[in-house]
Every structure is written in C-alpha cells, then in structure tokens.
C-alpha cells in the first residue's frame, strides 16, 4: 500500500516570494507521482505529474517538481508566486502498473498575501 | 481538454432520504470512474471505483448498500446516498479516467448537506 505525507498543513507567503511545497511518499513498490490543486468548492486540477523520465517535471502555471527516489520525495516549487495562487494543493501517487487508484495526501493550503 | 461534470453542485436533503449525485464525461468516453468523499480542510478518500457494465469495486469501510453506484453509459456515473444521515454531509468529487492517457479527470464536486 502507499501513503503520501505533506508536511506543511499550511504555508503562507509573500506575492512574488518563491515557494516550495513537500511530499514525501511510502510504497513498496515504484509509483507515478502527481501535484494536483484545488480552488474553493472546485474539483482538482492537475498541475503535473511524474511518470518516468526526467526527474524534474514542469507543470502548468509556472510550477515544476523534482522526483528523488532515494528520499521518496516530489516536492512543488515556484519561483514567485501570485495572489492567484493562493489554494490547497494535493499531492497523490499510484502503484504504477496497479489499479490506478491515487493515494492523496492531506493536502497543503498556500495563502499568498500581498 | 477533457471536462467533466457534476450535477447537482450543492444539494441539500433530509435525514432519512435518498439523493442521486451525477458524474459525466462531457467529451470522452470513461471506462472507469472514481467516486471520492472529501472532509473539511482534509483530503480526498477513494470511496469507490466505477467500472462501465459491471459492478463498481468500493474500498474497504465503504458501505456498497448505502452509496449505491451505477455506471450504466460509457459517460455517466451515478453516486446515490440512500437513507441519508447528518454523517453523510460532505463534498463528494468523481474522476474519470480518459482512455487514451489514463489521466483522472475531476469534476467540479457535490457539496451535500443532510439537516
């Protein structure tokens, strides 16, 4: 079985300031890797996903993620960050080759103020 | 890009009674889909996996009996809570997985309240 852990619940930051979001994940097994976010009363949106290849993933409105199989982690980075930004992010695994069911993590609510 | 929807977007209802939660691929035919309940400021829980023609797999500690879901079209996905009860409020979200990429595309969410 996998589980994901986000360690921040919450991270607030200034407009323009980078910022970076951690997942770390468990399994026994290899897994593809996914950043999703979440706007209020919305569904998720995926922002990238790793699957094989390059470690380093670049995903949409400007986010990337690195992949580190030794410390089983796929932390989200920005460099300056908007006020648009500001939402709950999900990171999420599946067993690759399995059912497909992604394992979230509690997720992480990133305030940008102004 | 592939969108998929869900109606109603709130629904409110009163314990004892039923209430049917749809999920639909508006532009690509899903096989599977996947059924998720989301708790205040927690993350979303697998409930169930919807799978077209047959019967959906639920995860364990789900109760096949009281969310009860048909997956009758290749783009449609029905969640129903039967008997609802206060514990059942929450925000349920479903996925559907396109069939050429295998990404899980999410619907905007039901936010059901039982009083």
């Known amino acids: 079985a996998q589980s994901v852990t986000q360690l921040d619940s919450q991270v607030p930051v200034f407009e323009e300031a980078p910022v970076e979001l951690r997942c770390n994940y468990s399994?026994?097994?290899?897994?593809?890797l996914f950043w999703y976010v979440q706007y209020p009363n919305q569904g998720l949106q995926l922002l990238l996903k790793y699957l094989s290849g390059s470690t380093l993933v670049k995903g949409i409105n400007g986010f990337e993620a690195e992949f580190n199989k030794s410390q089983t982690s796929f932390h989200l980075r920005k460099p300056s960050v908007h006020i648009s930004d500001t939402a709950e992010y999900f990171c999420a695994v599946s067993e690759q080759g399995g059912s497909e069911k992604l394992v979230f993590g509690k997720g992480t609510k990133l305030t940008v103020n102004p | 890009g592939a969108v998929v929807s869900q109606h109603p977007s709130r629904v409110i209802c009163k314990s004892g009674t039923s209430v049917k939660i749809e999920c639909r691929s508006l532009?690509?035919?899903?096989?599977?889909m996947f059924w998720y309940r989301q708790f205040p400021k927690q993350s979303l829980m697998l409930m169930a996996t919807s799978n077209e023609g047959s019967k959906a797999t639920y995860e364990q500690g789900v109760e096949k009996d009281k969310f009860l879901i048909n997956h009758a079209s290749l783009t449609l996905s029905t969640l129903t809570v039967t008997s609802a009860h206060p514990e059942d409020s929450s925000f349920y979200i479903c996925?559907?997985?396109?069939?050429?990429?295998?990404?899980?595309?999410f619907g905007p969410g039901t936010r059901l309240t039982v009083t």
């Open positions: 532009d690509f035919q899903a096989t599977t």
């Open positions: 996925s559907a997985r396109h069939p050429l990429s295998y990404e899980q595309y």
């Open positions: 399994s026994s097994v290899s897994v593809y």
